[in-house]
């Protein structure tokens, strides 16, 4: 049974995704202030943090930065805040998704279950053999999760390294932003495209070395994106 924590302020929406969730088969644990949301997010091991952003302690930018730093679990960001820059920030540190409110219940479910089911089925990969990708100086090691840039390691989110890699395995395919999000992150963009946006750029700084003139991952203005052989 996956094993989800909630940190949220407001003890009526709390109980209310903790309800939905639990007769959705998940196991719930709920913190009402963000010190000690982040304290037991670093402490116990849960398959997923559904984090409000406004909390009284550590704000929701913190937690979600120092939750990054240590373990790759999916990170699911609420605010009631519908500011671009918000999510902009909220992606950057490391989210996997963001949600506003008012939201309805049906739909923190199925993000929930979405990003649990594509999460198990990395993890649980058991390859004998390490499947690597290589390019132009870019080796993505699929088993191990991890990427070299002309030899030097770089740190990749959960969803950084899963759009890298498939780009890398579809080369000089364009995707649109649409297509990307629902293949990254199984569901529909409900015209929200700031996620892909945030993530390219992310990888950009990554991997080029220029990222004003992109050498991997070009842009088609007005369709969407491709990797270049």
Same mark, same amino acid.
């Given at each position: 049974?996956?094993?989800?924590?909630?940190? %949220?302020? +407001?003890?009526?929406?709390?109980?209310?995704?903790?309800?939905?969730?639990?007769?959705?088969?998940?196991?719930? *644990?709920? /913190?009402?202030?963000?010190?000690?949301?982040?304290?037991?997010?670093? *402490?116990?091991?849960?398959?997923?943090?559904?984090?409000?952003? @406004?909390?009284?302690?550590?704000?929701?930018?913190?937690?979600?930065?120092?939750?990054?730093?240590?373990?790759?679990? !999916?990170?699911?960001?609420?605010?009631? =805040?519908?500011?671009?820059?918000?999510?902009?920030?909220?992606?950057?540190?490391?989210?996997?998704?963001?949600?506003?409110?008012?939201?309805? !219940?049906? +739909?923190?479910?199925?993000?929930?279950?979405?990003?649990? *089911?594509?999460? %198990?089925?990395?993890?649980?990969?058991?390859?004998?053999?390490?499947?690597?990708?290589?390019?132009?100086?870019?080796?993505?090691?699929?088993?191990?999760?991890?990427?070299?840039?002309?030899? %030097?390691?770089?740190?990749?989110?959960?969803?950084?390294?899963?759009?890298?890699?498939?780009? *890398? /395995?579809? !080369?000089?395919?364009?995707?649109?932003?649409?297509?990307?999000?629902?293949?990254?992150?199984? @569901?529909?963009?409900?015209?929200?495209?700031?996620?892909?946006?945030?993530?390219?750029? =992310?990888?950009?700084?990554?991997?080029? @070395?220029?990222?004003?003139? !992109?050498?991997?991952?070009?842009?088609?203005?007005?369709?969407?994106?491709?990797?270049?052989?």
């Amino acid at each position: 049974m996956s094993k989800i924590l909630i940190i %949220e302020d +407001e003890e009526a929406i709390a109980d209310l995704e903790k309800d939905y969730l639990e007769l959705s088969g998940f196991e719930v *644990a709920v /913190e009402n202030n963000g010190t000690d949301g982040l304290a037991r997010a670093l *402490a116990e091991d849960f398959d997923m943090f559904i984090l409000d952003l @406004m909390l009284p302690g550590t704000n929701g930018f913190e937690i979600c930065k120092q939750i990054r730093e240590q373990k790759n679990t !999916p990170i699911l960001m609420v605010s009631a =805040k519908k500011d671009d820059i918000d999510k902009i920030r909220g992606l950057g540190l490391g989210a996997d998704d963001y949600i506003t409110k008012p939201f309805s !219940p049906s +739909e923190l479910v199925a993000r929930v279950k979405a990003h649990l *089911a594509r999460y %198990e089925r990395l993890i649980g990969s058991s390859e004998a053999k390490n499947n690597v990708i290589e390019i132009r100086g870019i080796r993505i090691d699929k088993t191990a999760r991890r990427v070299w840039v002309n030899e %030097e390691e770089k740190q990749f989110t959960t969803k950084e390294f899963d759009l890298l890699t498939f780009l *890398a /395995e579809h !080369p000089n395919h364009v995707y649109t932003k649409d297509e990307l999000f629902r293949e990254i992150w199984d @569901m529909e963009s409900i015209g929200d495209i700031a996620t892909v946006t945030v993530h390219i750029k =992310k990888i950009r700084e990554k991997i080029e @070395m220029n990222t004003n003139k !992109p050498q991997y991952i070009e842009t088609i203005w007005g369709v969407g994106y491709r990797f270049k052989l």
